[in-house]
């Protein structure tokens, strides 16, 4: 069983910035594709962004492009989502997720993952 630990979320103003960490326990992250999902209070869940394995590749939703940075480190079986100029609308819980590495070009589709980690609270407000 794949497991994760979310942290770094919290409480941010606009334009403040948090890192957001995808601990794995018990696989290695890089052998899995990784994406970072949000959910914001009754909205569906959407893809954020995603990495690949190889961490040559990465996506990102058209409203964080410039602002979010995927990340992964291999030492520390993490994978990491930098986020700059948060904004109010940036409010969700955020989740971690892993997908076989082959189907990175499923990445930003919910549907495709198997394996979620528990999500940690993202506010942004002033």
């Known amino acids: 069983q794949l497991q994760f630990v979310e942290s770094g979320g919290g409480l941010a103003q606009p334009g403040g910035s948090l890192r957001l960490s995808c601990a794995a326990s018990g696989f290695r992250l890089n052998d899995y594709t990784i994406g970072w999902f949000r959910q914001a209070p009754g909205k569906e869940r959407e893809g954020v962004s995603c990495?690949?394995?190889?961490?040559?590749?990465?996506n990102y939703v058209d409203s964080v492009k410039g602002r979010f940075t995927i990340s992964r480190d291999s030492a520390k079986n993490t994978v990491y989502l930098q986020m700059n100029s948060l904004k109010p609308e940036d409010t969700a819980v955020y989740y971690c997720?892993?997908?076989?590495?082959?189907?990175?070009?499923?990445?930003?589709?919910?549907?495709?993952?198997?394996?979620w980690g528990q999500g940690t609270q993202v506010t942004v407000s002033s």
């Open positions: 990495i690949s394995s190889s961490a040559g590749s990465t």
């Open positions: 997720a892993a997908l076989p590495k082959r189907l990175f070009g499923l990445c930003m589709f919910r549907g495709a993952y198997d394996y």
